[in-house]
């Protein structure tokens, strides 16, 4: 409610009105001196004195009834401000509540989380591992964080392996206009080889470029734009993307994105991921802990034969099974029928 200009009154005033200790508001007279005073209880002991005494005793009256009336609009004004204030403070209460209930708020802390792909190394090739993280706007961070953590134990069982020196650290992410910025400490160029370049820009590029507000990585180091990377002077163009001629020189034949080595699944799930294999084709199986295909599907790409493409596909296994399977990819030469670019997932069914 507006509080009027005309209507403002001090705290002190406002306090004694709702405590009901109205009060003239004029100021006290002063003392008269001793020779008006005399002159003053003549004029009271007279008629002169009695009607003046009357006309101030109505005039007091009449003023009392103005502020009293004054008081209750004063005390309506403090009222209705005071319920103003308080529904103002529930609704900025409640809008506060909400904003650290809300998935992806800045301040989330209901505990939701969800899954993010960290793109590790298969011998000389890119793999896919799964974190669960905060479900948050740092989730890009969190991704990042899991990646310079390197391979669990379940995905160096499963052979996998990480071209990101010990020690590197992420300094800051920021993203914009669809490009992330990206700094990373100065240990991140440490040590040599072609391979272990490319393995860990390819690494921190397709970690990043999983999210759709990121098509582009700018790499920074200790703070510093980088034009050349590590002692191998490597020239880095301006950002990175999944779409550079040598990215394909990292992927797999066949990339399975999802699921991930240890995900749990039900006996319905969808596997998906990218490929560049021959006429786009290539084979699903899974297999239960003795070995024996419970599936064997053929699965198609949306391009191949030299250009890379995706795929998905719905798997469905017998109702009631449970425990390890192996989800297995390849792709059947065309030579004699062998599998090229094998992959095989352990998974848990529940």
């Not at 991704?143 to 020690?167: C, S, W, Y």
């Not at 020189?249 to 991921?273: C, H, K, M, S, Y």
């Not at 290539?282 to 391009?303: I, K, M, P, Y």
């Amino acid at each position: 409610m507006r509080q009027w200009p005309a209507l403002r009154v001090s705290a002190r005033v406002a306090y004694a009105l709702r405590a009901g200790r109205v009060q003239r508001l004029s100021s006290p007279r002063r003392n008269p001196k001793p020779a008006q005073a005399a002159v003053i209880d003549q004029i009271k002991s007279g008629p002169q004195g009695r009607t003046l005494a009357h006309g101030r005793k109505a005039a007091e009256t009449g003023e009392m009834r103005r502020l009293l009336a004054l008081g209750l609009v004063l005390l309506a004004l403090v009222g209705c401000s005071k319920d103003n204030n308080a529904n103002t403070s529930r609704t900025t209460t409640t809008q506060r509540e909400t904003a650290t209930t809300s998935p992806g708020s800045p301040t989330t802390t209901t505990g939701e989380t969800t899954v993010v792909a960290v793109y590790l190394m298969r011998v000389d090739k890119l793999a896919v591992g799964h974190r669960r993280v905060a479900k948050d706007p740092s989730v890009l961070k969190a991704a990042l964080d899991e990646l310079l953590r390197g391979p669990t134990p379940t995905e160096v069982a499963a052979g996998m392996t990480t071209g990101i020196p010990e020690g590197s650290t992420l300094r800051s992410v920021a993203i914009r206009d669809g490009t992330a910025t990206i700094d990373l400490s100065k240990s991140f160029e440490s040590g040599g080889g072609a391979l272990s370049i490319f393995s860990r820009l390819a690494q921190l590029t397709f970690t990043a470029t999983q999210f759709p507000t990121v098509q582009r990585v700018k790499l920074r180091l200790d703070g510093k734009d980088v034009s050349v990377f590590s002692g191998e002077g490597l020239v880095l163009p301006v950002t990175l993307s999944r779409t550079e001629p040598d990215a394909e020189n990292v992927l797999p034949g066949i990339l399975v994105e999802d699921p991930a080595p240890g995900d749990t699944v039900g006996t319905r799930f969808t596997a998906r991921g990218n490929s560049n294999t021959f006429e786009a084709t290539h084979r699903l199986q899974v297999l239960d802990s003795s070995g024996t295909v419970l599936l064997d599907d053929v699965v198609t790409a949306t391009s191949g034969t030299g250009t890379r493409g995706t795929w998905e596909h719905a798997v469905q296994l017998p109702a009631g099974l449970k425990g390890p399977v192996t989800l297995r990819v390849f792709e059947a030469s065309a030579k004699d029928g062998s599998p090229l670019h094998q992959v095989d997932i352990v998974l848990t069914v529940k």
